[in-house]
């Protein structure tokens, strides 16, 4: 089984939903939309950490520290001391670079999004 590791804001991002008025609200949507993937799920959200309701579907993990690639460094850590097969979800061209060298597979944010919305 492969897990998926999602770039949590990169995903947020990839639709002009109006999400900056309401980040934690979007965080939020997120993690209900991985539920039901059948496949284990980590998201990855950059900012201050807050209470998000979970399940045994998705772990949700907030950035180790501030600032700039936060949560892409904390991606990547994780990727690097894994050795199950990684799908990781991201639109940020560096951050798959990383990642690939790694041996993950990367999906694209949008792609993402366009899987969860037609299920």
Known sequence: MTRWLVDGMNVIGSRPSGWW?????AMRELVDDLRGLDEPVTVVFDGEPFDIDTDDDVEVRFATRRGRNAAD??????????????RVVTS?????????????????????????ERR
Do not use: K, M, Q, Y
């Open 73 to 86: 460094d904390d991606i990547v850590a994780l990727v690097a001391e894994t050795s199950e097969p990684v």
């Open 92 to 116: 940020d061209s560096a951050l798959a670079d990383r990642v690939r060298e790694h041996g993950a597979e990367v999906i694209g944010a949008g792609t993402f999004r366009t899987r969860l």
């Open 21 to 25: 008025r309401d980040r934690p609200r």
